[in-house]
């Protein structure tokens, strides 16, 4: 008695001054939900790696199905296996116990892939190896017949992230053609355009074996839609799910994505507190929804990836990948003796919408041909067309006809942007400063998001110096009208550069065509540097 009445005034001793403290002092809430926010991540990342146990457990399973095939053969396993430790002896020993059950795998959808042994590997595949991701980016594109969106929507992506956020994320892209020209086009094409991402193992390109893919001739006609789209929905389905089991063990989080989109700036950092928050919350959900438009912006934890691309499998000749998304979760949590409303609040608690929208589909041209694809996202906003600067005072002039009142004037005070039809060879654009300024440097971007092809191609960057010098002759070339050429647009149709200061004040900048254009071209930013920017 006496011994715990003693333990209780000890108690008392320690523990009344940290209450005094602790009513004292305010809590410190950020801290606490960072807290939060961590053990969910780890959280996460503990499931994501139980997954990948299951699945090398689910592969000795498969050697122990094949070991008792040997066994029952007559085949004396252990015989074979003298240079094998003891060890490795009682295990294979082990394996020769008998397994009744028909266990269903991709086979059993696809049973085409037991005849092509490469099937279910990447045909094509340019990456550095990360794994261990908090966030995987699926991207998938195809040969569109007017206009691809895949190099604007990658500069977008990556534009828009911080430098923590391309330590943790993985965007793979998914060319999803079988013509392997093609998909080398266009991996050269990101190895030019984004060389330091690949070597650093924030991008990978890959593309699907044909022979992933059954008779695309021999489907069933389904929803009354003609064979053309039966056969474009059918391929899209069985797209997303070779992507979505190549992503699965990469990361903890997967995020759909497609390759004619726009997004916002710190959007990863949004997506994964977002998603942390719903899983400290212990919400069970399956769907984090950043885009209200089909298949955009459709986050899972790759653990919960199986139960989709399983559904996507079964059903792939049947209907749309978002009507089956739509149906999985519908058949998830939807009870049958009961009416839509309780349907439609039973979903929210699973597939949760995030306000306002991350992302917005910018391309019209759908993949399907002939089809016109003119959705946006209503809750995203507007998306940025041109970027305004304080220039210096200029007159501009242009040879190039503007379209309606997209003139280089208005541009150039940063009212709009500069929108003109299809430049042709010894076109200018002028810029003539009042007074001569000390310019320091220049960026030019031609196209914006929703005319990505309308860029300035074979086209040079000029100054005029207010004095001319004889050892700019022997560093630069130099135009019969004395301009300098300082620089030149590249194939992202931007041009960027400094200028050295030994030229001088400049009396004029121009922007010279040198040869015809197929499109028309807009200017989006136009910031001339002085001496004077900040």
């Known amino acids: 008695m006496l011994r715990r009445k003693l333990g209780v005034v ?10 005094v403290v602790m009513m004292i002092s305010e809590p410190d809430l950020s801290g606490e939900q960072m807290l939060v926010q961590r053990m969910a991540e780890l959280r996460e990342r503990l499931h994501h790696a139980e997954m990948i146990n299951q699945e090398r457990r689910k592969d000795v399973l498969i050697l122990s199905q094949r070991f008792n095939v040997l066994a029952r053969s007559g085949e004396n396993v252990t015989s074979r296996s003298g240079k094998l430790s ?49 966030m995987v980016l699926g991207v998938p594109t195809v040969k569109r017949q007017v206009q691809s969106y895949l190099m604007t929507t990658l500069h977008n992506l990556i534009d828009s992230m911080t430098p923590a956020d391309m330590n943790e994320c993985l965007i793979v892209v998914f060319v999803a053609e079988w013509d392997i020209d093609y998909v080398l086009q266009i991996a050269s094409q990101i190895e030019r355009r984004f060389p330091e991402h690949l070597d650093s193992g924030l991008l990978e390109v890959i593309s699907p074996p044909m022979s992933f893919y059954p008779n695309m001739e021999k489907l069933r006609q389904t929803l009354g839609d003609p064979m053309e ?35 916002k700036k710190g959007y990863i950092t949004t997506m994964k507190k977002f998603a942390l928050q719903k899983t400290a919350e212990k919400k069970d959900w399956f769907v984090l ?24 499998l079964v059903f792939y000749n049947d209907k749309p990948c978002d009507w089956l998304l739509d149906h999985l979760v519908q058949n998830k949590v939807c009870r049958f003796d009961q009416n839509s409303k309780h349907c439609k609040k039973a979903k929210e608690n699973v597939w949760v919408h995030y306000k306002p929208s991350l992302f917005q589909h910018i391309g019209t041209h759908s ?99 207010l004095k001319q010098q004889s050892w700019i002759y022997e560093k630069y070339k130099v135009t019969d009208d004395k301009f300098v050429i300082v620089g030149a647009f590249d194939d992202m149709g931007v041009a960027e550069g400094t200028l050295d200061s030994a ?27 002085t001496v004077d920017t900040r």
């Open 503 to 529: 030229l001088g004040d400049v009396i004029a900048l121009r922007l010279h065509v040198h040869a015809e254009s197929d499109n028309w071209a807009i200017l989006s930013e136009i910031f001339i540097k």
């Open 86 to 134: 003891q060890e490795t002896r009682e295990l294979l020993a082990n394996l020769s116990h008998s397994v009744d059950l028909h266990l269903p795998s991709v086979y059993s959808y696809l049973p085409h892939l037991l005849h092509a042994p490469d099937a279910t590997s990447p045909a094509f595949k340019l990456s550095k190896g990360r794994h261990s991701a908090t």
């Open 10 to 19: 000890l108690a008392l001793v320690f523990v009344t001054p940290l209450l």
């Open 289 to 312: 929804d950043f885009c209200q438009l089909g298949f955009i912006g459709k986050m899972f934890k790759t653990i919960d990836l199986s139960a989709l691309v399983t559904f996507l």
């Open 367 to 465: 993949s399907l041909k002939g089809k016109v694809q003119k959705l946006k996202d209503k809750q995203f906003g507007k998306v940025q067309l041109y970027f305004p600067h304080n220039n210096p005072p200029a007159q501009v002039e242009t040879d190039i006809k503007p379209y309606k009142t997209f003139t280089l004037q208005r541009a150039y005070r940063g009212e709009t942007y500069f929108w003109g039809l299809l430049p042709q060879q010894g076109d200018v654009l002028v810029f003539n400063f009042d007074p001569p300024v000390a310019a320091s440097g220049y960026l030019f971007k031609s196209g914006n998001v929703e005319h990505p092809s309308d860029k300035l191609y074979n086209t040079t960057v000029e100054v005029l110096p």
């Open 229 to 263: 789209r039966v056969r474009w929905r059918t391929k899209q389905n069985l797209d997303f799910a070779f992507l979505m089991m190549y992503a699965q063990p990469k990361g903890t989080f997967y995020v759909q994505l497609e390759d004619d989109i726009q997004t």
